[in-house]
């Protein structure tokens, strides 16, 4: 089966820069992706590592290291409007459908 | 028009009914998918579906059923609603090359069983 672990709140302040975790346990992998879901609306994919190392799409990087199950989400200079939930997800071996770790509330304070 | 669009946008129902959840898509994605999340528990999957002749179970499928009518809908249905059925359900798409990671989401039907 599959299961990932990440912090289910996170508070950082406007402008500043916030890092959120994701640890996972997978029997095949096929790559870790990021997706944002605001109050009441759709999860809207962010960003998608197969490969070990860093992917940076203007404020928001993501990053995977396979040997250590681990990856995280980069958010930099917070905006209010990154207030969201964010949600890591596990593509599994020889199948095509995401498992969801159950998300990680963040709020951004002025 | 959104890419994916369910239907209703919001349910109440009573113990018992049997109700249906609609999903249609313009993105021309042959895989389609249903989810449920409930807070704190994020999303999981109750049905998936690769193309028109194929139908899988996922994680939580118990007390549903689900039908691909056209490679553009996926419909999905509780045969006879239960409180603890009350949740978010999504409808998502993904094609054969980001089906792994690149999903797109439909906007959501609250459904409500008293």
């Known amino acids: 089966g599959q299961s990932l672990e990440q912090p289910s709140e996170v508070t950082a302040v406007e402008g500043a820069i916030v890092q959120i975790n994701c640890t996972y346990q997978?029997?095949?992998?096929?790559?870790l992706s990021w997706y944002q879901q605001h109050d009441g609306g759709a999860p809207t994919f962010l960003s998608y590592n197969a490969l070990d190392g860093l992917e940076e799409t203007g404020r928001f990087s993501s990053f995977l290291s396979r040997s250590d199950s681990y990856g995280y989400l980069l958010l930099q200079e917070l905006q209010m409007k990154d207030s969201a939930s964010y949600f890591c997800?596990?593509?599994?071996?020889?199948?095509?459908?995401?498992?969801f770790g159950k998300g990680t509330k963040l709020s951004v304070i002025p | 028009d959104a890419d994916v669009t369910q239907t209703p946008r919001n349910r109440i129902t009573k113990t018992g009914k049997r109700i249906m959840l609609e999903c249609s898509q313009t993105?021309?994605?042959?895989?389609m998918y249903w989810y449920r999340q409930d807070p704190g528990l994020g999303l999981r999957l109750i049905y998936y579906s690769f193309d028109v002749k194929d139908i899988n179970k996922g994680e939580i499928s118990d007390g549903y059923s689900v039908s691909r009518q056209a490679q553009a809908k996926f419909s999905l249905s509780l045969e006879s609603a239960i409180p603890n059925q009350t949740a978010l359900y999504f409808c998502?798409?993904?094609?054969?090359?980001?089906?792994?990671?690149?999903?797109?989401f439909g906007s959501g039907t609250r459904l409500t069983v008293v």
């Open positions: 998502a798409t993904s094609d054969s090359l980001s089906g792994n990671y690149g999903y797109t």
């Open positions: 997978t029997s095949g992998f096929y790559g």
């Open positions: 997800a596990v593509g599994g071996a020889g199948s095509y459908q995401l498992t």
């Open positions: 993105k021309g994605h042959d895989r």
